[in-house]
């Protein structure tokens, strides 16, 4: 079944700069696109980051042009590189699978704050 674990949270300055891991088992990673979520106190889920199999890549437009997402499908892993952090990126972090869209892992932390 599928598994996602993701880590690479934590606190940091605004401005600052984390890099997220999610590694997946359970299913065959590369066939599927991977996906970044986010999810903030009292607001909704929300999709940060996407990318296919093949590499291409989409991003909302809060994001763009700071965060990077990007696989390795050697690895079964994807991962998120966010730089220039601002308070407003708070939120816990999931990755999520087109293999299994309903499955969410426990996700990881990030807190900006000086």
């Known amino acids: 079944q599928v598994q996602l674990v993701e880590s690479g949270g934590g606190l940091v300055q605004p401005g600052g700069s984390l890099r997220l891991s999610c590694a997946a088992s359970?299913?065959?990673?590369?066939?599927?696109?991977m996906s970044w979520y986010r999810q903030a106190p009292g607001k909704e889920r929300e999709l940060v980051a996407a990318i296919g199999s093949f590499g291409k890549t989409n991003y909302a437009d809060s994001v763009k042009g700071r965060f990077t997402i990007s696989r390795d499908n050697a690895k079964n892993t994807v991962y998120l590189q966010m730089n220039s952090l601002k308070p407003e990126d708070t939120a816990v972090y999931y990755c999520?699978?087109?293999?299994?869209?309903?499955?969410w892992g426990q996700g990881t932390q990030v807190t900006v704050s000086s």
């Open positions: 999520n699978t087109d293999r299994d869209r309903t499955y």
């Open positions: 359970g299913f065959t990673f590369s066939y599927y696109v």
